[in-house]
């Protein structure tokens, strides 16, 4: 079953001389729980990509469906709602906030909802992670690959319907690097979330269920790995 939906996606930057072309009418769909590899070079548009598919980055034409909602058809309001209910978005560098613990920046996204925190799926993630016991711990206390674990745990506390991944092991060593595309799979599994993974390790592509090129803004490939 069809979950997100990319229609003719463009994205322009400047104008004349100074004009770039980072998306060009792009189209595809992803299916529900599908772990989705986008590859391509640097400055193929990938991140663009990423960030329109998750409502950060307002195309400059085109359409983004998630389950069926007209994403950018929304008013802001609707729009920062869809960005922390429905999407989970994990960064290369984390993007923790250097002053809050480990279980604030987690629950971040659910307390800035104005909503309670599930307390039984919290402990559970804490779990999963293998972040017990550093539940107070600042940033700059824990290892990269702690922080990168803790922005895991922050994209999927509110069990939003799609992950996106912005290279994620990007600023990891190999072993941390397979520890979190493990992470990623195991929580595509059981909870069901569509996984979307921008990165440059083909090995990380090859887990996938299916691998989109990038180049110029444009798809050249589209391949099925597993069914």
């Known amino acids: 079953m069809e ?56 195309p400059s034409s085109g359409k983004v469906f998630v389950e069926g909602c007209d994403v950018y058809a929304q008013k802001e309001h609707a729009l920062a709602i869809f960005r922390r209910r429905q999407v989970g978005l994990i960064y290369q560098f984390y993007n923790l906030i250097p002053v809050l613990n480990v279980i604030e920046n987690i629950t971040l996204p659910v307390l800035m909802d104005g909503r309670r925190v599930n307390e039984e799926r919290l402990k559970e993630l804490l779990e999963i992670l293998s972040l017990k016991g550093r539940e107070n711990h600042l940033p700059n206390q824990l290892s990269g690959g702690q922080q990168q674990r803790v922005s895991i745990g ?3 506390m509110n069990a939003p319907s799609v992950v996106l991944a912005d ?5 990891l060593d190999s072993k941390n690097s397979q520890e979190i595309v493990e992470l990623l799979k195991y929580s595509n599994k059981k909870y069901k979330q569509t996984l ?23 798809i050249t490939r589209d391949e099925v790995v597993r069914s």
């Open 3 to 58: 979950i997100l939906r990319a229609e003719n996606l463009t994205k322009i930057y400047g104008s004349g001389d100074n004009r770039v072309i980072a998306l060009d009418h792009v189209s595809f769909s992803v299916d529900k729980g599908e772990f989705l590899a986008i590859i391509g070079p640097s400055g193929s548009g990938k991140s663009t990509l990423l960030h329109t598919l998750g409502g950060v980055d307002t």
């Open 154 to 156: 922050r994209a999927l």
């Open 167 to 171: 290279e994620p092991t990007g600023n």
């Open 196 to 218: 979307i993974v921008i990165t440059h390790d083909e090995n990380i592509a090859l887990q996938a269920d299916r691998i989109i090129a990038i180049e110029d803004g444009k």
